[in-house]
């Protein structure tokens, strides 16, 4: 009887080391994201059902915590402050609204891959689709806003136009731009943990310092040496120029729509690219 030889136990050791930066073919890469975008809609719905956001309390929660929240600035800035109107109102909330869905959109993507760590260690698939799928949430999430932000139109009495409608195409520019940030912050919290803890307050102040609780054009004048810096800001012209558009049905500068689709494509490539080159560290990390 042939001896049998014993097992090479060294060449059954494998050892996982983190991977260096790097991207991945692209084409392949986007071909297999584009295939795989049913999956991110599921997943979405699935943290969406998690969330009880398709309950009838659910949806009463998503407008009623933003509204509750502008109804809390505007009698801040307004009733303290001795003036305001509906048409303050009405742009507050639209303001509040559309920052709590890139805010959303933010802070739910950076915790998409190390809340799914089991996802990302039983599964290939492009990581990217995870804050992608943050950013869906985020939308529908957002979607029950929009027929109480209109019925604050109603009763702001606006000048009604057609060209209240570009607004959407703002809209679309902060949808582009929360995926950028979302996956950006999303590859930064796999390094460092404390991310998600900083985050709310970072986001809090960015909401102060864009157009949300004041209309673009009181930057220089109340602000004048702090203007040039302030509309730095890509929300300045994402959600200042859905407000101009959608409540006043003012056609922004040219400069603000140059920036806000500069802003849009930077943050979208930028972040994808970076989460991208590292997301084959992520299996080890998380």
Same mark, same amino acid.
């Given at each position: 009887m042939a001896?049998?030889?014993?097992? /090479?136990? /060294?060449?059954?050791?494998?050892?996982?080391?983190?991977h260096r930066a790097g991207l991945p073919a692209l084409r392949p890469? #986007?071909? /297999?994201?584009?295939?795989r975008l049913p999956f991110a809609a599921e997943f979405s719905r699935s943290g969406i059902k998690a969330a009880h956001s398709q309950t009838v309390f659910g949806q009463i929660w998503l407008v009623l915590n933003p509204t509750l929240l502008a109804a809390v600035y505007f009698f801040l800035i307004n009733v303290l402050g001795g003036g305001g109107g509906m048409e303050r109102f009405a742009h507050i909330a639209g303001g509040i609204f559309? #920052?709590?869905?890139?805010?959303?959109?933010?802070?739910?993507?950076?915790?998409?891959?190390?809340?799914?760590?089991?996802?990302?260690?039983?599964?290939?698939?492009p990581r990217l689709l995870m804050p992608l799928a943050a950013v869906r949430t985020a939308f529908f999430r957002f979607?029950?806003?929009?027929?109480?932000?209109?019925?604050?139109?109603?009763?702001?009495?606006?000048?009604?136009?057609?060209?209240?409608?570009?607004?959407?195409?703002?809209?679309?520019m902060l949808t582009l731009f929360?995926?950028?940030?979302?996956?950006l912050f999303a590859a930064v919290q796999v390094y460092f943990r404390d991310t998600s803890?900083?985050?709310?307050? #970072?986001?809090?102040?960015?909401?102060?310092?864009?157009?949300?609780?004041?209309?673009?054009?009181?930057?220089?004048?109340? #602000?004048? /040496?702090l203007a040039n810096l302030m509309e730095l800001n890509p929300l300045y012209s994402l959600i200042g120029g859905w407000s101009d558009l959608?409540?006043?049905?003012?056609?922004?500068?040219?400069?603000m729509w140059v920036a806000g689709a500069a802003w849009a494509v930077v943050s979208l490539v930028l972040g994808s690219l970076f989460f991208m080159s590292r997301e084959r560290d992520f299996a080890v990390r998380i």
């Open positions: 001896q049998q030889n014993a097992p /090479d136990w /060294d060449a059954e050791l494998q050892v996982y080391e983190p890469y #986007f071909r /297999d994201l584009w295939g559309v #920052f709590y869905y890139f805010s959303g959109a933010v802070a739910s993507g950076a915790t998409s891959v190390t809340g799914g760590g089991r996802l990302i260690l039983n599964m290939a698939f979607l029950p806003t929009i027929p109480v932000y209109l019925l604050l139109l109603i009763l702001a009495q606006p000048p009604w136009s057609f060209t209240m409608l570009l607004g959407f195409v703002f809209l679309i929360s995926m950028g940030m979302a996956a803890s900083f985050l709310p307050y #970072f986001l809090r102040i960015w909401l102060y310092v864009s157009p949300v609780l004041w209309y673009p054009e009181q930057a220089r004048e109340k #602000f004048p /040496d959608t409540l006043r049905g003012v056609v922004p500068p040219t400069s």
